[in-house]
T-cell receptor
Framework: GENVEQHPSTLSVQEGDSAVIKCTYS??????FPWYKQELGKGPQLIID?????GEKKDQRIAVTLNKTAKHFSLHITETQPEDSAVYFC????????????FGGGTRLMVKP | DAGVIQSPRHEVTEMGQEVTLRCKPI?????LFWYRQTMMRGLELLIY????????DSGMPEDRFSAKMPNASFSTLKIQPSEPRDSAVYFC?????????????FGEGSWLTVV
């Protein structure tokens, strides 16, 4: 089955700096890669996703890149703000395996004011 | 849309008691998932349903856990008897299941403590 590794497990940045979180996956058939943000006491919320036919996607201050050959994808947050502090999860999905998502272990991002 | 609705939000119970967690998925979604989140194991998929039918329950830890989906708008996850190691946050999630998208929407979770 799919295995998703996520790094780093914790990340501390100064407000205004950029943050990058990286994930690798094992199943070359995976074709959908969402990122979720989980704030304290809440469920994970989808913030951005990318499909395997696209190399990069942007939405304001967040962007995701995908390298299918290397089987890794990354989340980039620019101009970080204190409200970006949360746990971020990457995930991978293989359409041929139903709609199951395999999640990475999570990254706790702390943005210091 | 109200999103995925879970109840109870918090539950504290004694070891050996039965626990029932409830979920109302987003209307029109064909897939329903139950996840468990702990510090040690992260987010684990327990079971998922497609059109009310259980498809994969390989993540259910043991026979003490059972899940049902009697109709498209309701699902339960039951633990009987509960044990302290079952303490975790249990998330229900749903997905429209379109071929073009696998987006999964999570509820706010049920925080279970077994003492």
């Amino acid at each position: 089955g799919e295995n998703v590794e996520q790094h780093p497990s914790t990340l501390s940045v100064q407000e205004g700096d950029s943050a990058v979180i990286k994930c690798t996956y094992s199943d070359s058939a995976s074709n959908y890669f969402p990122w979720y943000k989980q704030e304290l006491g809440k469920g994970p919320q989808l913030i951005i996703d990318i499909r395997s036919n696209v190399g990069e996607k942007k939405d304001q201050r967040i962007a995701v890149t995908l390298n299918k050959t290397a089987k890794h994808f990354s989340l980039h947050i620019t101009e970080t703000q204190p409200e970006d502090s949360a746990v971020y999860f990457c995930a991978a999905s293989n359409r041929n395996a139903g709609n199951m998502l395999t999640f990475g272990g999570g990254t706790r991002l702390m943005v210091k004011p | 849309d109200a999103g995925v609705i879970q109840s109870p939000r918090h539950e504290v119970t004694e070891m050996g008691q039965e626990v029932t967690l409830r979920c109302k998925p987003i209307s029109g979604h064909d897939y329903l998932f139950w996840y468990r989140q702990t510090m040690m194991r992260g987010l684990e998929l327990l079971i998922y349903f497609n059109n009310n039918v259980p498809i994969d329950d390989s993540g259910m830890p043991e026979d003490r856990f059972s899940a049902k989906m009697p109709n498209a708008s309701f699902s339960t996850l039951k633990i009987q008897p509960s044990e302290p190691r079952d303490s975790a946050v249990y998330f229900c999630a749903s997905s429209p299941g379109h071929l073009s998208g696998n987006t999964i929407y999570f509820g706010e979770g049920s925080w279970l403590t077994v003492v």
